[in-house]
């Protein structure tokens, strides 16, 4: 393949000169010649992806770099640079919307399990699901000259969510702004979430795996409603797919989700601050409210300066406390500290059940 290049005669070669069709009288003509195509390789056609392994490799792909050649110049040791993207898309969409994922300067580029994922999940593709993938080479080096496509390569590829997310009536099924349940560290397929059902009377829900609703669709196996009380309790039952609308009470739940048994577990719990800054010591609770609008838990209250917790349905087995290693709270944490006396208003976020955070401000 032939690509012009203008050189002029004080020896200033320019990109922008590519493509030229003539030439000044003080200028000389140079040809420019690439490699017609390149040549796309992989290390794995199917891959099964699972969460625990995210920082593994999951397939390399290799190919061989594009060359230049001039002639009737003395540019001959100029050489444009490459930038090469790998380019992913459903089979048969002729790469019309693809996943773009950068491969530097080549000629190799290891995708790991989890970067490969998030590709997969930004096409579209349903999680658990097998589906066929094309994925080719793009090269480019001038913007004024089209790019070069290596032919395309299948990949059959199953993806993971690490996310469920909750359709409920009491939101509209709406599944754009849905709650989440976020899958648990070190355990594949299992989920939970802190899910607030507002209203006066029974919600109903599913769960699913995509937000665009085109995945699979959890429900209960049976049909009993989900009751609000006795705080602490757990109410378990069976999955089917898509089963029965869950019911459930107006309360905040600790719902769990267990794709590997096929169950699913629902707990009303409340939520208190505790500690010795707070309104009744170490000896009380003081209860908190959820936010339905900033989707948190919280209250306003008094404090001393000194000591306080969260703790779960009036009891020590859930209660979230401080760690030097990381910047949320954790299980079975150290005492926080209210920053001193006066009346403020603490705030619990439970939207990840894996990293909750919180806050407190006059």
């Known amino acids: 393949m032939k690509r012009y290049i203008t050189q002029l005669a004080a020896g200033v070669l320019t990109l922008a000169a590519i493509g030229l069709s003539s030439c000044k009288k003080d200028e000389v003509r140079a040809v420019l010649t690439t490699s017609d195509s390149v040549t796309l390789k ?7 992806l699972t969460s625990t392994q995210g920082a593994d490799n999951a397939v390399t792909y290799t190919w061989t770099p594009v060359t230049f050649q001039w002639s009737g110049s003395d540019a001959a040791n100029y050489s444009p640079t490459v930038t090469y993207t790998l380019q992913l898309d459903k089979k048969g969409n002729n790469f019309a919307s693809p996943v773009s994922v950068d491969a530097g300067a080549g000629p190799t580029k ?7 994922n998030s590709s997969l999940i930004s096409l579209g593709l349903a999680p658990e699901a097998a589906a066929d993938v094309e994925v080719r080479l793009k090269a480019a080096y001038a913007s004024n000259v089209a790019p070069i496509y290596s032919p395309a390569l299948g990949l059959k590829a199953t993806p993971y969510s690490i996310e469920l997310y909750v359709s409920s009536s009491y939101l509209n099924n709406n599944l754009a702004t849905a709650p989440k349940l976020v899958e648990v560290d070190s355990k594949p397929r299992q989920y939970q979430g802190y899910i607030y059902f507002g209203g006066t009377t029974a919600s109903t829900f599913t769960v699913t795996n995509t937000r665009a609703g085109t995945g699979s669709v959890y429900g209960d196996a049976g049909s009993a409603t989900i009751a609000a009380s006795p705080v602490g309790t757990a109410t378990n039952g069976k999955l089917a797919t898509p089963g029965n609308k869950f019911s459930i009470a107006p309360g905040f739940y600790l719902v769990n989700v ?5 169950t699913w577990s629902a707990t009303p719990t409340t939520w208190a601050i505790i500690g010795a800054a707070t309104p009744k010591g170490w000896d009380g609770d003081t209860p908190m409210s959820y936010d339905a609008t900033k989707n948190v838990l919280s209250v306003t209250a008094a404090l001393t300066a000194g000591e306080f917790k969260f703790r779960a349905n009036n009891a020590w087995s859930i ?9 949320y709270l954790v299980q079975d944490g150290g005492n926080l500290k209210s920053p001193s006396a ?4 603490v705030t619990l976020d439970l939207s990840n059940p894996s990293q909750p955070v919180y806050n407190i401000a006059k």
């Not at 290891?110 to 490969?116: F, I, N, P, Y």
């Not at 267990?258 to 096929?262: E, F, R, S, V, Y």
């Not at 209660?319 to 910047?327: P, T």
């Not at 006066?342 to 208003?345: E, Q």
Request: glycine residues 6%; aromatic residues 4%; proline residues 0%.
């Open 42 to 48: 992989t290390s794995a056609t199917s891959v099964v």
């Open 110 to 116: 290891t995708l790991t399990v989890a970067s490969l």
């Open 258 to 262: 267990n794709l590997n048994d096929m």
């Open 319 to 327: 209660n979230l406390g401080s760690s030097s290693s990381v910047n």
């Open 342 to 345: 006066g009346t403020y208003t």
